[in-house]
């Protein structure tokens, strides 16, 4: 990927890249749908091993996203937290904090229930925090996206000091 603008902003510490990943709870999926940018909001679930970066998304079995992969499967995503606006004396002072990750990937949809079983826990675990098992029932009706992480970044804008 492009190196960053406003570098001081970059985050490279890997315990601050999982907060975010931990924190935030909607990511934008970006496709590519023949000559067209196709962009998802989902939930997701992620697991991080050995500094690999894999994401987990579900969805019903059909429609335009999973259409989509299966044509083309590189996908780029992002998602943010620590959503808060500040004002300032002028227009151009004005903002809002932020910290995100983005990155680029290989998806793939994903049809060993095992897997898809893991997968709905995993995507459990990063939006409650809790752990859930699931049965084959349950992992039967659903599809499952697994991106595999090939690059990412992560940036934050901190509020302004004060004064
Ligand atoms: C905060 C949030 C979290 C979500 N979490 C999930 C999730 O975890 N899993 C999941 O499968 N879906 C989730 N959704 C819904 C998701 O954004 C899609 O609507 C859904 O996945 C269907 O996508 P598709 O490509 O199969 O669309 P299709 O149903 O095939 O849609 C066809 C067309 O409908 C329109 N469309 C589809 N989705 C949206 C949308 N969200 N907003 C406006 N227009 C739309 C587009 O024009 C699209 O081309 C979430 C949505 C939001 C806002």
């Not at 697994?146 to 000091?161: G, L, S, Y």
Request: negative net charge.
């Amino acid at each position: 990927m492009n190196g960053m603008t406003r570098r001081e902003r970059e985050i490279t510490d890997i315990n601050e890249i999982i907060k975010i990943l931990d924190e935030s709870k909607v990511l934008h999926l970006g496709m590519v749908d023949g000559d067209e940018p196709y962009v998802v909001p989902m939930n997701y679930g992620y697991t991080l091993e050995n500094g690999k970066l894999t994401i987990w998304l579900h969805g019903a079995k059909r429609g335009r996203k999973l259409d989509v992969i299966r044509a083309n499967p590189k996908v780029f995503f992002e998602m943010e937290c620590g959503i808060t606006p500040f004002e300032g004396e002028v227009a151009c002072k004005y903002g809002i904090t932020y910290a995100s990750v983005m990155g680029r990937g290989i998806a793939e949809i994903v049809e060993d229930i095992e897997i898809k079983k893991s997968a709905l826990s995993f995507l459990m675990k990063t939006q409650t925090g809790k752990d859930f098992e699931f049965d084959d029932k349950l992992a039967e009706v659903v599809s499952i996206i697994r991106i595999d992480v090939a690059e990412f970044t992560a940036k934050h804008r901190p509020a302004p000091k004060k004064g």
